[in-house]
């Protein structure tokens, strides 16, 4: 599993808009390419989550004649 050693890896650091993952240093060989994929992949499905409880709007009915 790729993931685990990328996830050590990774450090946070935080910015004025929140936390972000980040290497030791920006030429170090150490990896967290699969931490940033996973840390992107949870908030999409966190978003997508909250869009399915969101109220359903009704559809519109087609009306023949």
Known sequence: ??????LKNAR???TRHGQ???KDSKNSPRRID??????IARTRAMWHREQRQRVARPRPQAVGF
Request: glycine content about 0%; proline content about 22%.
């Open 1 to 6: 599993p790729p993931l685990f050693p990328h």
């Open 12 to 14: 946070p650091y935080h």
């Open 20 to 22: 972000v993952i980040v």
């Open 34 to 39: 699969a931490a940033d994929a996973a840390v």
